[in-house]
């Protein structure tokens, strides 16, 4: 492993069932994000997470949770997937605060029918 | 409330000519500023910032140009390649409607590099 990994890489997903989008990361840092690309709205951050044992809310955290128990893994679960939930999921980390961008994984492609 | 604004869906430039993107934002108190690439099927991978105290940063084939009192900020590619076409975030870090030091990030521009 290298960096972010995300996984799965695309899921078709029925409406109303529950989902978890794994994130792994190798680079020890402190702080993970979920971001959903939609076309036209950019990436819009949905969680994140500062340091491992805290969470917060985003831009758009309706219908999504999330969990860090550790520093390595920030899981993103859809409770009851909506066909509005179709997009690209991002998992992104950062060392922390500061001038620091940040490490993105290659995405979660998933679509509610 | 789109804090940070991408005006241009998309660009097309000829190859070996300037490629200028660019970007606006609204809110005072972003403080770090990015641009990230991505191709398709992959994530967005960093490739220029700027800190609120400077003006230019240059790296390479890409120079970013931060304007404060107009909140506008650009990304030069000269000259521009074949790899260079992807889309291109603008992103924004400081204190935001959802909390401080998050990345807001605008809606993208794909730019396309003409042989």
């Known amino acids: 492993i290298a960096g972010i990994t995300q996984a799965p890489t695309s899921q078709i997903l029925a409406a109303g069932r529950r989902m978890t989008l794994r994130c792994t990361q190798d680079?020890?840092?402190?702080?993970m994000y979920w971001y959903r690309q939609d076309l036209g709205l950019g990436l819009r951050l949905i969680h994140y997470?500062?340091?491992?044992?805290?969470?917060g809310k985003g831009e758009v955290p309706d219908g999504y949770s999330v969990s860090r128990a550790n520093t390595d893994d920030f899981p993103l679960t859809l409770a009851s997937a909506v066909p509005s939930q179709t997009s690209v999921y991002f998992c992104?980390?950062?060392?922390?605060?500061?001038?620091?961008?940040?490490?993105f994984g290659s995405g979660t492609r998933l679509t509610v029918v | 409330d789109q804090q940070v604004k991408q005006n241009s869906p998309s660009l097309s430039v000829q190859e070996g000519r300037i490629s200028i993107l660019n970007c606006d934002y609204t809110?005072?108190?972003?403080?770090?500023f990015l641009w990230y690439k991505k191709y398709p099927a992959e994530g967005p991978t960093f490739l220029i910032s700027?800190?609120?105290?400077?003006d230019k940063n240059e790296d390479g084939r890409f120079t970013v140009f931060l304007n404060k009192s107009a909140k506008h900020l650009s990304l030069h590619i000269v000259p521009s390649q074949p790899g260079d076409s992807a889309v291109y975030f603008c992103?924004?870090?400081?204190?935001?409607?959802?909390?401080?030091?998050?990345?807001?990030f605008g809606t993208g521009t794909r730019l396309t590099i003409i042989p």
């Open positions: 992104a980390s950062s060392p922390g605060t500061g001038n620091y961008g940040y490490t």
């Open positions: 680079m020890r840092h402190n702080a």
């Open positions: 997470s500062n340091t491992a044992g805290t969470t």
């Open positions: 809110n005072s108190m972003f403080d770090y």
């Open positions: 700027i800190s609120s105290i400077k």
């Open positions: 992103a924004a870090k400081g204190i935001s409607n959802f909390g401080n030091e998050k990345l807001t």
